[in-house]
Structures are given as structure tokens and as C-alpha cells.
């Protein structure tokens, strides 16, 4: 059994050999084309299982001509059905489907032969596509809101954060061009534990000054370390008090007390007047 394989695939080489040099399959062995076959075979039988040996060699050549190696790679990770399938759905875009294919595997098909995710993909590139793959159903309208950064932001984070972040942007509380957007990039620094801080802080992180403090150094917050709403009314209350012109508040404050002072000596004098009658 073993030797008529081998066999097979000698005899295989040779017929293969003059049409793979007349495709063009651009660098990419024979000897690639047969063990892509081989584990084609393997992984898919049921799949091929009405071809021949020669028509899957044939297809797996004709991937690998088209698309180099990374054609050889998605092919023997996903198999011929689904190979087609996202080659003909990425339509002008099917090198970099297949880039991401033979990257990602199944994982990669999944999102790409939908629609929506292959709009994604295309606009936004892999690292849309890998927050896809890790939270779907909450990446796809967050990255199609704020692209990259949103992406990238979902990265570094676990399902719970992530879901709290696609809330944030559905709502808008995180928005595009917006000092708010600076909020990703903390999130992608710093991951689930920033997330879980601006979740719980998200009311004071609407007011500028506040989202101004958090974002200028936002480590020690995170931490714990320095109170959100202590390092923006502080700062505050000295910029009032270093603005204010004490001179006529002093004097505002003597004539009050005079003020009070008459009226007490006033009403002293009533009372004793009232008790002599």
C-alpha cells in the first residue's frame, strides 16, 4: 500500500510537472503541491471524496499558482469547498482573504463569507478582522463606527469588557473625532482593568475636565492610586481661588460684619426698651 502511494505520486509529479510550469505557479514546488494534496486528502476525505487524486492535486496547484504559498497554506487549512467559497465571495479582494485564511484558518472563513465581516475586513484590515473573530457580534459595529482604534481596543480586552465597550460606542458615549476617543487608546494599553475603570466611572468621564485628567495620565487612576474626582475639583478650587481678587471680597465681608453687628446692638436696645415698659 505504502510503496503504490509513493508510486502514485511519482507518476503524479510527472504528469503535474509540465502543466504547473505552463500555469506559472510563480516559485511554488511541486513537492508543496503534493503534500498540500496529501493532507487535503486527509483532513477533507469526505469532502473530495468523489474526486480523484489527480483533480484535488489540480486544485491545490492551481491555488498555489494563484495564490503563492499562502494559497497552498489556506487550502490545506480549510479545504477546497470553502477555499472557493471565499475566493469567489472576496471577489478583487481574494489575495487578501486568502492571506487571512491561511493566517487564521476557519476562524478566517467564518468571518469573511459574511458579508458584513468581508466589509469590515476589506475597509479595516486584519486587525478588524481578528476582533471579529474574537468578539463577535459586538466588534462589527463598533470597528464600522471607529475603525482601527476600536479594533484594536477590542484586541486587548475579554468578553465582558468588550461588551461594555461596544455599549459605550453604540450609545455614544465614545465618539469618533472626539476628545472621548482618546478613551481607546487607553484601553488598548492598558486592557480588561482600564475597561472595567471607565465602565464604573463613565458619568464623571463625560465632563471634560475629568476625561482631560484621566487621559493626560491615566496609569495612576487605573491603579487606584490617585481618585478621579479629588485630582479635578483640587486643581479647580486653587485656579478659582488664584483668580479671585480678594480686595473687594474682604470688603464685602467687613460691611457684612458691621452690618450684623449694628442690627445685634439695634435689637439689644429694643429688647431693653420693651422690659422698662
Same mark, same amino acid.
Given at each position: 500500500m505504502r510503496k503504490s502511494v509513493i508510486h502514485f505520486y511519482i507518476? #503524479?509529479?510527472?504528469? #503535474?510537472?509540465?502543466?504547473?510550469? @505552463?500555469?506559472?505557479?510563480?516559485?511554488?514546488?511541486?513537492?508543496?503541491?503534493?503534500?498540500t494534496t496529501d493532507v487535503v486528502m486527509r483532513k477533507f476525505g469526505k469532502e473530495v471524496a468523489e474526486e480523484s487524486a489527480e483533480a484535488v492535486s489540480k486544485r491545490v496547484a492551481e491555488a498555489g499558482a494563484k495564490f503563492g504559498t499562502e494559497g497552498l497554506e489556506a487550502m490545506g487549512?480549510?479545504?477546497?469547498?470553502?477555499?472557493? +467559497?471565499?475566493?469567489? %465571495?472576496?471577489?478583487? &479582494?481574494?489575495?487578501? *482573504?486568502?492571506? #487571512?485564511t491561511a493566517k487564521?484558518?476557519? @476562524?478566517? /472563513?467564518?468571518?469573511?463569507?459574511k458579508p458584513r465581516g468581508l466589509a469590515v475586513f476589506?475597509? &479595516?484590515?486584519?486587525?478588524?478582522?481578528?476582533?471579529?473573530? +474574537? &468578539?463577535?457580534?459586538? *466588534?462589527?459595529?463598533?470597528?464600522? $463606527?471607529?475603525? /482601527?482604534?476600536?479594533?484594536? *481596543?477590542?484586541?486587548?480586552v475579554g468578553g465582558a469588557e468588550a461588551r461594555r465597550l461596544g455599549m459605550m460606542i453604540e450609545d455614544g458615549a465614545i465618539k469618533a473625532g472626539e476628545q472621548s476617543a482618546g478613551l481607546l487608546?487607553?484601553?488598548? +494599553?492598558?486592557?480588561?482593568?482600564?475597561?472595567?475603570?471607565?465602565?464604573? &466611572?463613565k458619568g464623571p468621564l463625560a465632563v471634560g475636565a475629568t476625561l482631560a485628567a484621566f487621559l493626560h495620565d491615566p496609569e495612576p487612576f487605573i491603579q487606584g492610586i490617585t481618585d478621579l474626582i479629588a485630582a479635578?475639583? +483640587?486643581?479647580?478650587?486653587? %485656579?478659582? *481661588?488664584?483668580r479671585t481678587n480678594w480686595t473687594p471680597v474682604m470688603i464685602v465681608g467687613l460691611a457684612m460684619c458691621?452690618?450684623?453687628?449694628?442690627? $445685634?446692638?439695634? #435689637?439689644?436696645? $429694643?429688647?431693653?426698651?420693651?422690659?422698662?415698659?
Open positions: 507518476a #503524479l509529479s510527472f504528469a #503535474l510537472g509540465p502543466m504547473l510550469a @505552463q500555469k506559472g505557479i510563480a516559485g511554488v514546488a511541486s513537492t508543496a503541491v503534493r503534500e487549512k480549510v479545504g477546497p469547498r470553502a477555499f472557493g +467559497k471565499i475566493t469567489v %465571495e472576496a471577489g478583487e &479582494h481574494a489575495s487578501e *482573504a486568502v492571506k #487571512l487564521y484558518g476557519e @476562524q478566517a /472563513v467564518w468571518v469573511i463569507s476589506v475597509k &479595516h484590515g486584519e486587525e478588524a478582522a481578528t476582533a471579529m473573530m +474574537k &468578539h463577535p457580534g459586538v *466588534a462589527e459595529g463598533a470597528v464600522e $463606527r471607529l475603525g /482601527v482604534p476600536a479594533a484594536r *481596543a477590542l484586541n486587548s487608546g487607553v484601553v488598548e +494599553k492598558y486592557g480588561d482593568k482600564a475597561m472595567e475603570f471607565i465602565w464604573k &466611572h479635578v475639583v +483640587k486643581p479647580v478650587g486653587v %485656579e478659582i *481661588a488664584k458691621a452690618l450684623f453687628l449694628v442690627f $445685634r446692638m439695634w #435689637l439689644a436696645t $429694643r429688647q431693653a426698651k420693651n422690659r422698662e415698659r
